[in-house]
């Protein structure tokens, strides 16, 4: 069974900017989460979305945004990019969403993330 | 606010057995505790994931006490391959909380 597919694997921009980040989870998979991790906050949750609906949000401003597709592919965009953006942007699928699994016992797998950096 | 607490680094000879501890206070009634681990430029593995007493696998054990505020991590006979961040990972529910919270991460270092 294939893995979570996150592309691209490197992306590199200039302030002001926006960019859109693609995932593709793993077959059967109906939640899609997005995380930035960076070393000084760490893993930091973006949101979550179930059948194409975002059900639940982290503490990000509003530059940040995604949308899942019918086939539960899922992309993140990130409008008027600032230099603190720069981090690695990691994409995670389970088979329920976050207000079943956190009881249900369904873990999130994550891909390897797409890195990217602001100039 | 929600909060996970790891040790930020530990070291390990090869062949020991290695206990990771995270600290979770506000975890929720129906709450799981989730283990990965983590190599540098790729994404988190899930190891383990418990909700209560102990829960083994082939690679880790689990230790989650009857008040469920702490957990921990057990690799057994680490090896250098093992050399990684773990993180613990705990849903959290309730207004104004983000629903998921990760610890710092726990450098684990094995030495030959």
């Known amino acids: 069974k294939a893995g979570v597919t996150q592309t691209p694997r490197y992306l590199i921009k200039t302030r002001g900017q926006q960019v859109t980040l693609s995932c593709s989870p793993i077959s059967g998979h109906r939640s899609v989460s997005w995380y930035q991790q960076t070393p000084g906050q760490g893993l930091q949750f973006l949101f979550e979305y179930f059948s194409e609906t975002q059900r639940n949000k982290g503490n990000f401003p509003g530059r940040f945004s995604g949308r899942q597709f019918s086939n539960s592919r899922s992309e993140m965009n990130v409008s008027t990019l600032e230099l603190g953006d720069s981090a690695l942007y990691l994409c995670?699928?389970?088979?329920?969403?976050?207000?079943?699994w956190g009881a249900g016992g369904q873990p999130q797998h994550f891909g390897d993330g797409t890195r990217l950096s602001i100039l | 606010l929600a909060k996970t607490t790891q040790p930020i680094s530990m070291d390990s000879y090869e062949g020991q057995e290695v206990n990771i501890t995270c600290s979770h206070n506000n975890i929720a009634t129906n709450d799981y505790i989730t283990w990965y681990q983590q190599f540098p430029s790729q994404g988190p593995r899930f190891i383990i994931q418990?909700?209560?007493t102990k829960v083994t696998n082939e690679v880790a054990s689990l230790f989650i006490p009857a008040d469920r505020k702490s957990s921990t991590l057990s690799l057994p006979r680490v090896s250098l391959s093992d050399t990684a961040v773990y993180y613990c990972l705990v849903g959290y529910r309730g207004s104004g909380n983000t629903p998921l919270v990760f610890g710092k991460g726990t450098r684990l270092s094995v030495i030959a």
């Open positions: 995670a699928s389970s088979a329920r969403t976050w207000a079943t």
């Open positions: 418990g909700y209560k």
